[in-house]
């Protein structure tokens, strides 16, 4: 069984604070992960992608992803109030022809 | 570039009605998914083609659902006959074949009274 799992929060954080998510998955064969951010009642939106072991950083994002724990994680920093959503973790089966397997998601919530 | 395009925004229907729902996906993209979202279970997938060919149907609920790609730039999910529990939000998303994230539709939000 393929799963993802993350916590469902919410995730408080006050501004300007790092905002840490987290992400487990229950497959090794999953060799590339991703970030969403879903704002309420829109869509999706890929905002990090990970295929390595270690970080890799966007602006104020960092992912990270440790294959051997099975971990992947993402750090949002100097975080603002736009950046409240819920925010969805995936990992991808079956190379380019796959498909993602979604976590339910965590809901960060970045107060003023 | 438009994006993926979904169509209707919002579709509420009556039990036992058919419901059909169109997704457009990004020009080049050979792949389609179709998943569908709720509270309860996040994002599931239903099923993906790729060069519009269904490749794994395994999520479809039950008979009630059926999803064709007739071409490469158009695909509809069809759910006959309609029930409550059908209720939800249903994206489309596509993908180019180099890249493994997805752009996703604005989603149909589907409610069955």
């Known amino acids: 069984q393929k799963e993802v799992e993350q916590n469902s929060g919410p995730l408080s954080v006050p501004e300007g604070a790092i905002a840490s998510l987290n992400c487990t998955y229950s497959d090794r064969g999953s060799q590339s992960f991703f970030w969403y951010r879903q704002y309420s009642g829109k869509s999706p939106e890929l905002i990090m992608s990970?295929?390595?072991?270690g970080d890799k950083e966007d602006g104020r994002f960092t992912a990270q992803l440790n294959k051997a724990s099975q971990y992947v994680s993402l750090l949002i920093r100097d975080s603002q109030p736009s950046d409240s959503a819920t925010y969805l973790c995936?990992?991808?089966?079956?190379?380019?022809?796959?498909?993602?397997?979604f976590g339910k998601g965590t809901k960060l919530s970045v107060k003023p | 570039d438009a994006g993926v395009i979904q169509s209707p925004r919002h579709e509420v229907t009556e039990m036992g009605q058919e419901v059909t729902l169109r997704c457009k996906p990004i020009s080049g993209h050979n792949s389609l998914f179709w998943y569908r979202q709720t509270m309860m279970r996040g994002l599931e997938l239903l099923i993906y083609?790729?060069?519009?060919?269904?490749?794994?149907d395994s999520g479809m609920p039950e008979d009630r659902f059926s999803a064709k790609m007739p071409n490469a730039s158009f695909s509809t999910l069809k759910i006959q006959p309609s029930e409550p529990r059908d209720s939800a939000v249903y994206f489309c998303?596509?993908?180019?074949?180099?890249?493994?994230?997805?752009?996703f539709g604005s989603g149909t939000r589907l409610t069955v009274v």
């Open positions: 995936a990992g991808n089966y079956g190379g380019s022809q796959g498909n993602l397997i």
């Open positions: 990970i295929y390595s072991n």
């Open positions: 998303a596509s993908r180019d074949g180099t890249a493994y994230g997805y752009t």
């Open positions: 083609f790729n060069n519009n060919v269904p490749i794994d």
